[in-house]
Structures are given as structure tokens and as C-alpha cells.
């Protein structure tokens, strides 16, 4: 919270602090306030619901300031919704920002311009992005999905630029793309509750994730291509958990 919280705080100025905050505000407050009553109803006492502020905060970072107000607020509680609906006995399914900007997408023709990712500020912005990045996902211990994920995403566009025309994909190598793929990998790809936990698992996540992204950035252009990946990295590995969890019971039944 006090990395993103900060990362807000130093592109805010940039974009316009009265264009941004208001979104972030109703992002993290809807957000918060859905959670607060859903967990109320499920567990005896109230909890404090930060994860879902950092799911409003990832939200409103991601989309375009200029949108209208009910947004961001809607997106964020579209993303609380996913989380409590679509889960399976391991936790959620999908990691609830990127399946809520996807679906924002679609019902209210939302822009994304990953503006806490710091694209506006000075070159040097990216070396603080990348840092604070990979602090948070040492500390989550999910650094072979990165390494996994940068390292296909990237030979991927650099083969593609050198078969075809570079110009294609020359936006991928620079702002506001190389900021958000940044921010996507530490911030959002790094979601504890939907990436694999063993590094072997964790690995094969971050090809699938950068595989599909690339397929569906060459093959369609959509602007969500990174955060569809996502999804399909989110969904594999749901069904690897309920997979693992059936194959021991099968076991059991067929020694009885």
C-alpha cells in the first residue's frame, strides 16, 4: 500500500492531482466499503478490507484520468464482486483488477492509461518503478514469474521487430508501454492469491501469461492484451490447484 500509495503521490502532480484523486478516492472507498460488508457476512467479525483498497488504488492507476466519475468507482466494485463470486476452495479465481478493467472495458468503452505506472515523468521514473517493483515481489516471493514473463514478452517483440517491421512494435520498448508492462509484472502479475506458489509452476505461469499476451497484441491490438494474459495465467493455474487437490482423493478411492 505505502509503494503504490507512493508511486500515486509522485504522478499525481503530473497528470493533474484534481483529475486523479477524485478517482482514486471513489476507487479505493468503493471498493473498501463492498468488501467490508462481504467479508462482514461471511466471517463473525469485521476485517479490514486491504486488499481490496489496493484493488480500487490498481484500478483507478490504470485507467485513464479523463473518465467520467461513476468509473472508477464501478470498475473497483466490479472487481470486489469477481472476487467473492468466482472462486474455488483455494481463493479467487482471477486476479480481481485486471478481470474489472477488462469488463469496464466492454460496458463502459473505459481508456487505460496506466498513469501510476509514471509514463509522463522524467526517464528516470522508471529506475524508482522498477526498484520499488522488485522489493515488493521479493517480499511476496514471486520473482521466477517476472524473470519468466519479461524474459518470453520480450524476446518475443525483439524477434518479431527483427523478421518484420520493427515500427510495428517499437511502442513496446518505450513509454507509456514500457511503464505499464513494468507495472503489470511487479504490481498485478505478482497477485499472491492467483500466481502458483512453487517456482517451477511459477515459471510456466509467466510464459503462458507473456505467450497470450503477445499472440493477442499481434493478432488484435487490443488494449488490453496484457491484462487478458492475465486471465488466462489466472484460469491455468485454478485449474492446476483443483486439479492437484482431486488427484490424491482419486488415489485413496482406487487403492480402497
Known sequence: MLVLLALTAAAAPVEGTSRVLPGVLSAVG??????????????????????????????????????????????????????????????????????????????????????????????????ALFATGVFITDRVNKMPVVIA????????FTATAFIGDPRTVAEIFRAPDLHAVVYFAFFMLTDPPTVPIRYRDQILCGVMVATVSYLLFELSGVVYYLLAGLLVGNAWEAWRRISSRRRPRAAVSLAV
Open 30 to 127: 468503493a471498493a473498501a466499503l463492498l468488501d467490508l460488508v462481504l467479508l462482514r457476512l461471511r466471517h463473525p467479525r469485521w476485517e479490514l478490507p486491504s486488499g481490496a483498497m489496493l484493488t480500487g488504488l490498481i484500478v483507478a492507476m490504470v485507467l485513464s484520468p479523463f473518465e467520467p466519475w461513476y468509473v472508477p468507482p464501478a470498475t473497483a466494485v466490479i472487481a470486489i464482486a469477481s472476487k467473492h463470486l468466482l472462486r474455488t476452495p483455494s481463493g479467487n479465481i482471477f486476479n480481481p483488477a485486471a478481470l474489472a478493467l477488462v469488463v469496464s472495458f466492454y460496458a463502459f468503452n473505459t481508456g487505460q492509461s496506466w498513469w501510476g505506472a509514471l509514463p509522463e515523468l522524467p526517464p528516470l521514473a522508471i529506475v
Open 149 to 156: 514473463f519479461f524474459g518470453v514478452y520480450y524476446l518475443l
